[in-house]
């Protein structure tokens, strides 16, 4: 079983930044495809940005140009960072990993380790 743990939420100000990690218990080379998830309250769970195995990174359009997904295979962890934050940015964020990926690596189908999640709160 895959151990998922992510790290980095709290607050901030609209304009500020924060930097998210993902530490996975397993290799991350392993992973054909690991991406990040924001849901909030009554609403369905979003796809952010994901990355695939061969690095090649996707963002949904929301948070293109302020959003980056990178990963450290040595350190086994996936980071999210976020610049420019708006007070829609408020979630729960969560990281999602598969070994076996095909088609858009943003729907959530695609994943079968997860998170527990950690809270993004930004204030206007």
């Known amino acids: 079983q895959v151990q998922v743990v992510e790290s980095g939420g709290g607050s901030a100000q609209a304009g500020g930044s924060l930097r998210l990690s993902c530490s996975a218990s397993?290799?991350?080379?392993?992973?054909?495809?690991m991406a990040w998830f924001r849901q909030v309250p009554g609403k369905e769970r979003e796809g952010v940005a994901a990355?695939?195995?061969?690095?090649?990174?996707s963002a949904a359009d929301s948070v293109k140009g302020r959003f980056t997904i990178s990963k450290d295979n040595a350190k086994n962890t996936l980071y999210l960072e976020m610049n420019n934050l708006k007070p829609e940015d408020t979630a729960m964020y969560s990281c999602?990993?598969?070994?076996?990926?095909?088609?858009?690596?943003?729907?959530?189908?695609?994943?079968?380790?997860w998170g527990q999640g950690t809270q993004v709160t930004v204030s206007s």
């Open positions: 999602a990993l598969s070994v076996y990926c095909s088609g858009t690596y943003l729907d959530l189908n695609q994943y079968n380790y």
């Open positions: 990355i695939g195995g061969d690095g090649t990174p």
């Open positions: 397993g290799h991350t080379e392993r992973f054909g495809c």
